[in-house]
């Protein structure tokens, strides 16, 4: 009994379930039937064990487990070489999206010489492949990789998903598999360059890494005994005259006020005896003001005055931390040099 096909492929690229379920019964049947008819010099075991592979590959390729039917046809193949097996596998790697293997296993099944008596399965197997190739190829994407700044003493290593590429499909087209593709050149062992690239199906890319080693160099922290920059010196400085000047006025302040205070206990002491009279209640009140603006004044001016000094002569930038604090009790000046 021979299980003849009426044209075409049993199984389609955009089949429905329903039919790709019944090309998939159809595929299992005459896979049965050609391994046994057209191989009959293979022991009953290998060809029993080859109609399994290829039914349980037909049943993966139906349920959409493409890994599995491929594995599957793969190890049947092995065994007996029907090219209505081997259009399985390369259809199971084109749905896998490995269009070069899937292009590779078409074109050795659409080269397949076949014996006058050969099964009609193993015919239109041929046939097929030679449409269908094609149909895969047109999905292949392409890539020119051009590498630059390699000098003529050196040679460059250029790797995509970590293979080694040939210097002859550099600077040229080539095709890829669809998906991310990792490519690095290394000179001398030294990774120059690297990139990551998503291919598209039927995309063509242009991709130039540069391997020219790079001549900036990281400078290292400044030690602790380095001077400070130009910058925070500069603004250092800034900030101690200004503190030293503040100083400045503060002591002036407190010179005249306390003068003023002096004064003003002058006259109290010349008609207080030893009470003074309601008429010097003005007096006593400004002498005291006087008093006080004098202390704080000098507190604060001798206090602005160190700041200064500290600022302008003393510490780090990145380590000096002086502070002022004012008590009810009296001036502190805290900070670590």
Known sequence: MTLAFRSGPWVSFGAGVGRARRCAALLACSLLLSVTSAHADADAET????????????????????????????????????????????????????????????????????AGDAPEAYVNAVQTAHKEVEEVRARVPRLKLIVTGVTSGDTAQVT???????????????????????LAVRVAGQMRAARELDVVEGQSYLVELDAQPSHSVTKPSAPASEPASAGNLSTRHTLGYIALGAGVVGVGVGAYTGLVALHRKSNLDSVCHPNCPPSSADDIDGWRTNRTLSWVSFGLGAAAATTGVLLLTLGKPTQEHVALRAFPSGIQIAGRL
């Open 47 to 114: 060809r029993t064990a080859a109609r399994d592979l290829a039914t349980q590959g037909a049943q993966a390729f139906d349920a959409g487990q493409y890994a599995d039917a491929s594995d599957f046809f793969r190890r049947a193949h092995e065994l007996v070489a029907a090219p209505s097996i081997a259009l399985m596998q390369a259809r199971s790697l084109a749905k896998l999206g490995q269009l070069l293997e899937a292009v590779d296993v078409y074109e050795q099944t659409a080269r397949m010489k076949l």
């Open 160 to 182: 995509i998903d970590e293979r080694p590429t040939p210097a002859a499909l550099l600077g040229v087209e080539r095709p890829v598999d669809p998906g991310v593709h990792h």
